[in-house]
């Protein structure tokens, strides 16, 4: 299960990023975990579906 947070940033260069916060269970013990991070708006399926 992925969730994608609603937040947009924009930088100085005109390039927009999307915070994107995706969950996975642990092997070893079994416990969700999320992983948060920044990617830009037109690489958020793609780090998805990894």
Excluded: C, H, N
């Excluded at 994608?4 to 005109?14: C, E, I, R, S, Y």
């Excluded at 999320?34 to 990894?50: G, R, S």
Aim: hydrophobic share 40%.
């Amino acid at each position: 299960m992925a969730k994608k947070v609603v937040a947009t940033l924009k930088t100085q260069d005109g390039r927009s990023f999307t915070k994107v916060i995706k969950m996975f269970k642990s092997p070893k013990t079994g416990a969700y975990a999320f992983d948060e991070k920044m990617v830009p708006a037109d690489q958020v399926k793609e780090y998805l579906k990894k």
